[in-house]
């Protein structure tokens, strides 16, 4: 996905999830007539209800539809919260907020014995003061969080130019490195490159194991290192042959649980361009062969 993509997806989250709670808020009495500057009509609070549960399932369909299960529900969840805040901080500046009140019959007041506990007036004022600000406070860090963790997504997003999108055998799936930089010197200078690699959610549970490496398998048991992590998103670090170059080939080898085995190879130019670039100026900087 690009990032204005992704930016869509997630102001359409935010945008559905705050005007179903708007929504929900006319369906009540007190909020109703505060935001119409009238107490709403039967038929006005059941279509309100109505209207609001929907756009929040949408919100959260949406984001399932076009993140997955487990982070459309948790992005979904934030951007909720982010809409219920901002609209506890717009309720009270409603323009109609007076004429709702007019409308609104006051009860008489219960007497209330006195008492000779003595507030300065300065004290309340100061507390009601940082209240404020500690919901403000509150306010910008939950929209900075949600910001941060936005634009992270995005970056990630662009630096999916070079995934790769295929089947093995049944099973469909794509392929990409976990970052654009260069080739990490480990132990002994031995060069590794870490991919993601990710199976459609029906696929997940007929394969058994998934190994990558480059240059092809010289047999069953040598098909390279096995990815870990989760079904849905599983890495792998790789270490790379100093003889790689541009058509160089990364083999992934995927095992089925009633043993079947496939495998798709690709060229490593179209799988990583800045790993060969970095392997082509290693050569010319140290004679490599």
Request: aromatic letters at 8%; proline letters at 6%; charged letters at 20%.
């Amino acid at each position: 996905m690009s990032g204005a993509f992704l930016s869509a997806v997630h102001l359409g989250m935010l945008g559905a999830s705050a005007i179903g709670l708007v929504a929900l808020a006319l369906a009540t009495d007190r909020y109703g007539a505060h935001l119409l500057g009238h107490e709403p009509t039967p038929q006005q609070r059941q279509v309100s209800r109505v209207t609001g549960w929907v756009l929040l399932a949408l919100a959260l369909a949406w984001g399932i539809a076009m993140l997955d299960t487990g982070i459309g529900i948790t992005i979904w969840l934030g951007w909720l919260g982010l809409a219920a805040l901002s609209l506890v901080f717009a309720l009270p500046k409603w323009p109609l907020r007076a004429a709702a009140a007019v409308t609104q019959p006051r009860r008489p007041a219960k007497p209330i014995a006195q008492t000779a506990t003595f507030v300065p007036e300065f004290v309340s004022r100061r507390s009601t003061r940082m209240g404020r600000i500690g919901a403000w406070i509150a306010l910008s860090l939950t929209v900075g969080g949600f910001s941060a963790l936005l634009l992270e997504e995005q970056a990630s997003a662009r630096s999916q130019g070079h995934a790769l999108q295929g089947k093995a055998g049944p099973w469909s799936f794509t392929l990409e490195e976990a970052d654009h930089k260069p080739p990490e010197l480990v132990a002994m200078d031995i060069p590794m490159k870490t991919f993601r690699l990710r199976f459609c959610e029906a696929c997940d549970a007929e394969i058994r194991q998934v190994s990558l490496k480059v240059n092809r398998p010289r047999g069953p048991g040598a098909t390279g290192m096995a990815f870990i992590g989760q079904r849905w998103e599983r890495k792998v670090e790789i270490p790379l042959p100093d003889t790689l170059r541009a058509e160089s080939e990364l083999w992934l080898t995927v095992v089925g649980k009633d043993a079947s085995v496939y495998q798709v190879a690709w060229r490593m130019d179209h799988v990583s361009p800045s790993t060969v670039q970095w392997f082509e100026e290693q050569r010319k900087s140290h004679a490599m062969p």
